[in-house]
C-alpha cells in the first residue's frame, strides 16, 4: 500500500479530518 | 510612556513576535511541500543546482530558526500569560476551553518543532552535501527528511485550527 504522505492533496486532507478529530476531543475534554 | 510598557504590553509583543516567527516557519514549509518539492522533477538537471545550493540551504535557514524562534517566544507567551501549565495539561479537569484548544496547538506545534531539528534539518544536511553521506544513506535521509516534512505539512492544519480557535473560536 502507498503511503498517504506521498501525496500532497491526500496529506492535505488527513490535515482536515485530523482536525476534526481534534475539535471532537477538545469538545469531550471541555 | 511608563503606562505603555505593561506587562500586557509585553504579552502583546511576544504574540506579535510569536506570529511572525511562525509565518516564517510555516511559510517555508508550506514552500517547501506546496512548490519546491513537485518542481523539483520538472527542472532540468543542469538548472537543479540553482535550488539545491543556494535557495533550499536560504529557505531551510529561514525555516528552523523561525521553529526556534516560534516556540521561544510562544513559550514565554504562554507562561508569562499564566495558561502554560494549563495548556500542557490540555485543560483536562478545567473546563477551560482557551486551556484545552491552545493546548493541542502547542502540543502539534512541540511535535513539529521536534521533526525540524531532530528528523528534518540533520537529514537535509546530507542531501544538500553540507555534510558527506554514502549514497544509500543519502537516499534514506531524503526519505525521512520528506516523510517528517510531509507530517508537519498535516499536523499544520490542526495546529493553526487550535492556535487560532483557542481566542477566536472557543467553545
Same mark, same amino acid.
Given at each position: 500500500?502507498?503511503?498517504?504522505?506521498?501525496?500532497?492533496?491526500?496529506?492535505?486532507?488527513?490535515?482536515?479530518?485530523?482536525?476534526?478529530?481534534?475539535?471532537?476531543?477538545?469538545?469531550?475534554?471541555? | 510612556?511608563?503606562?505603555?510598557? =505593561?506587562? =500586557?504590553?509585553?504579552?502583546?509583543?511576544?504574540?506579535?513576535?510569536?506570529?511572525?516567527?511562525?509565518?516564517?516557519?510555516?511559510?517555508?514549509?508550506?514552500?517547501?511541500?506546496?512548490?519546491?518539492?513537485?518542481s523539483m522533477?520538472?527542472?532540468?538537471?543542469?538548472?537543479?543546482?540553482? *535550488?539545491?545550493?543556494?535557495?533550499?540551504?536560504?529557505?531551510?535557514?529561514?525555516?528552523?530558526?523561525?521553529?526556534?524562534?516560534? *516556540?521561544?517566544?510562544? #513559550?514565554?507567551?504562554?507562561?508569562?500569560?499564566?495558561? #502554560?501549565?494549563?495548556?500542557? =495539561?490540555?485543560?483536562?479537569?478545567?473546563?477551560?476551553?482557551?486551556?484545552?484548544?491552545?493546548?493541542?496547538?502547542?502540543?502539534?506545534?512541540?511535535?513539529?518543532?521536534?521533526?525540524?531539528?531532530?528528523?528534518?534539518?540533520?537529514?537535509?544536511?546530507?542531501?544538500?552535501? *553540507?555534510?558527506?553521506?554514502?549514497?544509500?544513506?543519502?537516499?534514506?535521509?531524503?526519505?525521512?527528511?520528506?516523510?517528517?516534512?510531509?507530517?508537519?505539512?498535516?499536523?499544520?492544519?490542526?495546529?493553526?485550527y487550535a492556535?487560532?480557535?483557542?481566542?477566536?473560536?472557543?467553545?
Open positions: 500500500m502507498k503511503n498517504p504522505l506521498d501525496s500532497l492533496q491526500q496529506t492535505v486532507v488527513l490535515g482536515f479530518v485530523l482536525t476534526v478529530v481534534m475539535v471532537l476531543l477538545i469538545h469531550a475534554i471541555v | 510612556m511608563q503606562e505603555l510598557v =505593561t506587562s =500586557t504590553w509585553w504579552i502583546f509583543c511576544f504574540r506579535w513576535l510569536h506570529i511572525m516567527s511562525g509565518i516564517m516557519w510555516i511559510g517555508h514549509l508550506w514552500y517547501f511541500n506546496f512548490v519546491q518539492t513537485p522533477p520538472k527542472i532540468p538537471q543542469e538548472q537543479k543546482p540553482a *535550488i539545491t545550493k543556494f535557495i533550499a540551504p536560504a529557505a531551510l535557514f529561514w525555516f528552523r530558526w523561525g521553529a526556534m524562534a516560534t *516556540i521561544v517566544t510562544g #513559550l514565554i507567551l504562554a507562561g508569562w500569560s499564566g495558561f #502554560l501549565w494549563g495548556a500542557i =495539561t490540555l485543560g483536562i479537569g478545567e473546563h477551560n476551553s482557551h486551556d484545552t484548544t491552545i493546548g493541542f496547538g502547542m502540543w502539534l506545534g512541540t511535535i513539529m518543532w521536534f521533526n525540524v531539528w531532530v528528523l528534518i534539518w540533520p537529514n537535509q544536511k546530507k542531501v544538500l552535501g *553540507i555534510v558527506s553521506a554514502q549514497p544509500d544513506e543519502v537516499k534514506r535521509a531524503a526519505r525521512v527528511a520528506g516523510l517528517a516534512s510531509r507530517v508537519n505539512t498535516m499536523l499544520s492544519i490542526p495546529m493553526l492556535m487560532a480557535g483557542a481566542t477566536h473560536f472557543s467553545f
